[in-house]
T-cell receptor, first 114, second 115 residues
Framework: DARVTQTPRHKVTEMGQEVTMRCQPI?????VFWYRQTMMQGLELLAY????????DSGMPKDRFSAEMPDATLATLKIQPSEPRDSAVYFC????????????FGQGTRLTVV | AQSVTQLGSHVSVSEGALVLLRCNYS??????LFWYVQYPNQGLQLLLK??????LVKGINGFEAEFKKSETSFHLTKPSAHMSDAAEYFC?????????????FGRGTSLIVHP
């Protein structure tokens, strides 16, 4: 059963610490999205990769957030330093041009910054 | 630019009643359209999608949606609500051209089902 895998599922950290979230997209999917979900803002697109290249990261605070795809099976989202306002659920999703924008979501990483 | 508006952040129905969740989009050309469902502590999963062809689309769990170009709408319906339908529902659009296929999501509608 092909699925997007995200780790960790939950993370509690202190303000100022570095946080790294990982995502394994579905094998064969060459498009990866990072979304952040909060009650106030809903689902926000943070970054978008195609064939491991970042095509759009305009939704990401550049001073503290970074997203990379070291290889086709791993995407990472890093926050350094973390702040309480970063508390949210972070979702990774993958797809292909053939799926016409259908995104296959992971179960998310719930981040709490205290 | 495209956008999605979901009318009503919360919809409450009785078990067995009709479910209607509204979605309107704004796009220069008719886009691809999707409905997703999110259960507590889960990711989003696809309910149904419209790409081309028949404008009435059937999905999982008895849901269906109709694409109405003249109304720029893609409302989600289910004839009879079940307790297990209680969840958050998201409408999304993806551009028909340009090659980016970045989905834009609405704010979501929480469906509450009363016994």
């Amino acid at each position: 059963d092909a699925r997007v895998t995200q780790t960790p599922r939950h993370k509690v950290t202190e303000m100022g610490q570095e946080v790294t979230m990982r995502c394994q997209p579905i094998l064969g999917h060459n498009t990866v999205f990072w979304y952040r979900q909060t009650m106030m803002q809903g689902l926000e697109l943070l970054a978008y990769f195609r064939n491991r290249a970042p095509l759009d990261d305009s939704g990401m605070p550049k001073d503290r957030f970074s997203a990379e795809m070291p290889d086709a099976t791993l995407a990472t989202l890093k926050i350094q330093p973390s702040e309480p306002r970063d508390s949210a659920v972070y979702f990774c999703a993958s797809g292909t041009p053939g799926t016409r924008g259908e995104a296959f979501f992971g179960q998310g990483t719930r981040l709490t910054v205290v | 630019a495209q956008s999605v508006t979901q009318l009503g952040s919360h919809v409450s129905v009785s078990e067995g009643a009709l479910v209607l969740l509204r979605c309107n989009y704004s796009s220069s050309v008719p886009p691809y359209l999707f409905w997703y469902v999110q259960y507590p502590n889960q990711g989003l999963q696809l309910l149904l999608k419209y790409t081309t062809g028949a404008t009435l689309v059937k999905g999982i769990n008895g849901f269906e949606a109709e694409f109405k170009k003249s109304e720029t709408s893609f409302h989600l319906t289910k004839p009879s609500a079940h307790m297990s339908d209680a969840a958050e529902y998201f409408c999304a659009v993806s551009p028909l051209s340009g090659g980016s296929y970045i989905p834009t999501f609405g704010r979501g509608t929480s469906l509450i089902v009363h016994p």
